[in-house]
Structure formats: structure tokens, C-alpha cells
């Protein structure tokens, strides 16, 4: 659809914000579905991030994504704020409705169904998080509601073990923290079912590198990686070479954005549409398979 005078604006904020995928992927979205709405980025530094979103909401921005460093500075310019964002400390997602800006987190939700809809059920399942970062605590916070036992392990152990203190008072003793090392990797993931890093070992150009020990991994452990750049990190060509499933940072990303789509639209995110937008970018940019 051209742009006319009825055209509403969807926008990432953040900074860095040139290479971000969603504005291929959402606009290539919105042309699958016919929508009115066109979907830009815009770099805003620390400093400009109130009268930025004074600026959306004067100008009537359909939505937002949000991200580096303002996920949680943010949520200081918002009317509203779910429950689930609010209890992750991060709002990446904003719909403005009627004037009012509500913040949401997509990024645990994202990862969660990512998982699903490659056919690893978490229901019922142990599941090990590697890393404590705020893409760590948005997977916890929604990996906490569905799994029977979830360890979190983290380089800096007190980080893990904090998130796994507050993620206790709502869901109980299934949640322990602890530290990333081969012994505790070796002792948890031997009675994992599903193993997901949420680190940013591996990612580019770091990309020999892997959180896990290759000999640690097995055939009836999934193994996902939010990493997206290499699109199949070290930790992922290692699953795959003793037959696990795997779940690329691809997938993590085309749901986060899905779920935003449907925030702002009501319509049912055409996923197939997005990653498709979103591995030719990747390709344009040069990123490696
Ligand atoms: P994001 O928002 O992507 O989650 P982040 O908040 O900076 O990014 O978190 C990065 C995560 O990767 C952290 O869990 C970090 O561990 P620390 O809390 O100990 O810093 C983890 N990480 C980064 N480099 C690492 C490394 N070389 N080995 C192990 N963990 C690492």
C-alpha cells in the first residue's frame, strides 16, 4: 500500500539503531496484510529519550519498539505498563491507543514461543539458562510460568542467583540461580531437557567461542540460542552435530516482533513473511550462516 495521508507511523528508538531488522520485517509484514502503517527507525540518544516520546505521542505514533539503552528508562515516560514488563524491569514495545502509550516486553514471550513453534514443549520440562542480562530476565520471568525446574547460571553467580530469588516469590522453588562453570554445566544439563543462552559468548565476532562444552551436549537436549549473529552460533552447529533440536536467535526475534506486530495491529503476525525479510537483510548486511 503507498503511503497517503492516512499512513500511521510504527518506529524503533534506540542507539545503535541502523542495522535493526524490525523495519524490514514489520514493513514487510504490513504489505502482506494491505495495513496503512509504515514502520522507520529512529537513533535517540540517552539525553533525547523524554522528548522523543513526547514527539511520538504528539505526532501520533501507531507503536513502538524500544531498545539499547532505554528499555528501562522508558518506562518513566509511559501512562501504563503491564504486569509482565513491570515485573522484568523492561518495556521493548509501546502502543499508543487513544493517546495513551502502554509499554509491554515481548522478548520472553518471544522466546518462548520461538521454542514452541520449533516443537520443544517447556511445559513440564528442566530448563537451563545461561546468563542473568536483561534478555536472560524477560526468558526467565516467562520461562519461570511454563517449566517444572529452571536454573539459571551466570558468570557473575550473585546476578543469577538475585534474579532467582525474586522469581521465587511468584513461582516457588522450581527457580535456582547459580555460576556458569563446566562442573555446575555438567552436574544441571545432565537432567536438562532444554538448555537456552541468553550470553553473549559466541556472538560476533566472537564466533569460535561456545558457553558449553560440546561434550556436554546430547541428543534429547534442545538447545536454543537468542544469538542471531552468526546465525548458527558455535553452541547451535554443536547441537546439531550430535543430533539435538535447535532453535536459532532468528526465531527469538521474528516472535518478539510478532507479538508487537499483533499488539499494534489485532491481525495475526504473517511470521513466514517476516523471517523472510528479516534472512535477506541479514544477508544484505554480510552476516554469516
Ligand atoms: P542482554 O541485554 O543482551 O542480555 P547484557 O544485559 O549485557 O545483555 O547481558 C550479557 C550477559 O552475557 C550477561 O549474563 C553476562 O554475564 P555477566 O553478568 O557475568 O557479565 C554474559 N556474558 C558476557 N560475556 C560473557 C563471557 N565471556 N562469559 C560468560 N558470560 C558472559
Not at 500511521?8 to 509484514?29: F, Q, T
Not at 511445559?123 to 517449566?147: C, F, P, R, S, T
Not at 513461582?171 to 537456552?196: C, H, M, P, R, Y
Not at 495475526?268 to 550462516?289: I, S, T, W, Y
Amino acid at each position: 500500500m503507498g503511503i497517503s495521508g492516512k499512513t500511521r507511523v510504527c518506529a524503533i528508538i534506540g542507539d545503535p539503531v541502523e542495522h535493526s531488522l524490525s523495519p524490514v520485517m514489520h514493513n514487510a509484514a504490513f504489505k502482506e496484510l494491505g495495513l496503512n502503517l509504515v514502520y522507520v527507525a529512529f537513533t535517540v540518544t540517552t539525553k533525547e529519550l523524554k522528548d522523543a516520546i513526547l514527539g511520538a505521542r504528539r505526532l501520533g505514533l501507531r507503536g513502538l519498539n524500544v531498545t539499547m539503552p532505554h528499555k528501562n528508562a522508558v518506562m518513566n515516560y509511559l501512562d501504563e505498563v503491564d504486569a509482565t514488563a513491570k515485573a522484568i524491569g523492561a518495556v521493548n514495545t509501546i502502543l499508543s491507543n487513544q493517546g495513551k502509550l502502554i509499554g509491554y516486553n515481548t522478548d520472553g514471550n518471544g522466546a518462548m514461543i520461538a521454542l514452541q513453534e520449533n516443537g520443544v514443549y517447556p511445559e513440564e520440562k528442566k530448563l537451563v539458562l545461561l546468563g542473568a542480562g536483561g534478555a536472560a530476565k524477560a526468558i526467565a520471568y516467562h520461562a519461570a510460568q511454563d517449566v517444572a525446574e529452571l536454573v539459571i547460571l551466570n558468570r557473575t553467580p550473585e546476578k543469577a542467583k538475585k534474579l532467582a530469588d525474586v522469581l521465587r516469590k511468584s513461582f516457588g522453588n522450581k527457580v535456582k540461580g547459580g555460576t556458569l562453570s563446566s562442573t555446575v554445566l555438567k552436574d544441571e544439563l545432565e537432567t536438562a531437557d532444554i538448555l537456552v543462552n541468553a550470553t553473549s559468548v559466541g556472538m560476533h565476532p566472537d564466533v569460535n567461542s561456545s558457553p558449553v562444552p560440546s561434550s556436554l551436549l546430547r541428543i534429547d537436549l534442545c538447545v536454543m540460542d537468542i544469538i542471531y549473529n552468526p546465525l548458527e552460533t558455535r553452541l547451535i552447529a554443536d547441537a546439531k552435530s550430535v543430533g539435538s533440536k535447535v532453535v536459532s536467535g532468528l526465531e527469538m526475534l521474528i516472535y518478539q516482533g510478532a507479538v508487537a506486530f499483533e499488539i499494534w495491529t489485532n491481525c495475526p503476525a504473517p511470521v513466514e513473511v517476516m523471517r523472510n525479510a528479516a534472512l535477506n537483510e541479514l544477508e544484505k548486511q554480510g552476516v554469516r550462516h
